[in-house]
């Protein structure tokens, strides 16, 4: 009969060892994720309702709601993604299609993994350099949202890109020898099997936006607005401002009203988030290869 | 004999060395030309630069000249025109991600015909031509990326045909495929052969001495030898290592 040596089960040992080490880290990354919600349902949780969400702040900021800050979001984030997704988009398309391997493109691609890198109070001041100041924007949602979209130009390159580059090369190939040119083969193979990464990208690229603030810091958004923005030229709140300005610039904010804003900012960067996971098993189920 | 393909001292490069090196030689219209050679010979870059497919490797170089129908195949930077006359299908069978049917169908419409009717009696042709249409008739609207090895290499075949080129080149159609349905697909080849001219590339000997009209020998970039299969099989060779490679005495 075959019995099992000694080296066999020390290796088993290890293998059991090894995979709980790493479900046990699993669960540490896991774990702050749900104590933020869990702390902020606790702490925010009773200032939440209708009222908050629809008003505007009130005495100096110290009561009333946080309304004009979600409107000011939503331009922002909506307007950041109309400037950057086509641009970021088309840009991936010609790097991974129609750009040829060489020292040029190299430096482009080199440029957009730096430009990934810059922190975002650099974006800011670049925004106020080049969009309030130099194209006389003035500080205005327009601003605001041309800097967020520089800031996240690399992030729909980056992912759009990889998308792209997993459709084999082989189907395009065969698309280009039966006498399809570059742009029938990028519309009707390419695309249709990249679509899933490029949306992913691009929402995770808009719950990013929603939460930033430094980058707007300069651009466009200001402290406190008693009405709300009717166009791009108009300045604008923002909850990821308000909850800077509540938490450390005014005096006499009852917490649950900071922590409430924080609820309401992570829950649509919450709703955001899980479409995109959604969207992605939904095309992952549909996927042709 | 009318000349469909003339090539003209043709050399091509994938970096620093000639993969083909000096290649003279005409394929004339209706001809089954079967190329021989073992690896790394140069024959499916040879196909390639026919069909301009070389285009889209970034440091490949072409050099010399080819002609389609007496016209120079490099006038145009655009190449798209060239491979609507010419069909290919590569030693790896690739079913494009979409279903059967629009597998077959592709290539006309992407070429600009939009009747439904016409397309579906094109690609009920082709797929017959190719020995797939019984295999596939009921599930049309399949993926094609799930069908078997051999069955999307008939597929290809398929397609190569659905466009009406003039010219096929074919380079290891038969690698997947099992000896009868071979057989089935090369008697479709030699009947094909009177609406248009085929190049094929082929490792069994056997196949090159059935189905072509005349063989041509390559090694290592160079061709050593074309002529009839008459001559090329009987041993009347100009290069000694022709018939060393056909005999199996090779190496």
Known sequence: MYAPNQQLINKNIREERFKSILSFLTVIIFFPALMIILWLLIKGGPALSWEFIFSSPTKGMTAGGIFPAIVGTLWLVGLCVIISCPLGVLAAIYLSEYAKDNHTTRIIRLCILNLAGVPSIVHALFGLGAFVLFLRMGTSILAASCTLAVMNLPVIITSTLESLQAVPRSFREASWSVGASKLQTIRHIVLPNSIPGILTGMVFAVSRAAGETAAILFTGVAFYLPFLPMNVFDQCMSLSMHLFTISTQVVGVPDSYSYATALVLISMVLVVNTLSVAMRWYFRSRRKW | ?251
């Open chain 2, 1 to 251: 004999m009318k000349k469909k393909i003339e090539i003209q001292n043709l050399h091509v490069s994938h970096g620093s060395k000639w993969a083909v090196e000096n290649l003279n030689f005409d394929v004339y219209e209706n001809e089954i030309l079967a190329i021989i050679g073992p690896a790394n010979a140069g024959k499916s870059t040879l196909l390639k630069s026919i069909n301009r497919m070389t285009d889209f490797s970034d440091g490949t170089r072409v050099k010399g000249t080819i002609k389609l129908d007496g016209e120079d195949i490099h006038a145009f930077a655009d190449s798209t025109w060239l491979r609507q006359k010419i069909g290919m299908v590569s030693p790896l069978p690739v079913g494009l991600p979409m279903s059967i049917i629009d597998n077959v169908t592709y290539a006309p419409r992407m070429a600009g015909m939009k009747d439904k009717i016409t397309l579906m009696e094109r690609a009920e042709d082709c797929l017959r031509k190719a020995a797939l249409w019984d295999e596939v008739k009921d599930r049309l609207d399949g993926l094609a990326t799930k069908l078997s090895g051999g069955q999307q290499q008939r597929l290809t075949i398929a397609r190569a045909l659905s466009h009406r080129p003039e010219v096929l080149l074919l380079d290891e159609f038969s690698i997947a495929i099992d000896p009868v349905t071979t057989m089935k697909i090369e008697d479709v080849l030699l009947e094909l052969k009177k609406d248009m001219t085929i190049v094929c590339v082929t490792n069994v000997i056997h196949q090159a001495r059935r189905l072509g009209d005349r063989t041509a020998m390559m090694l290592e970039g160079h061709l050593l030898d074309i002529d009839s299969n008459q001559r090329i099989f009987s041993g009347q060779v100009n290069d000694r290592r022709t018939h060393d490679y056909i005999e199996g005495v090779f190496g």
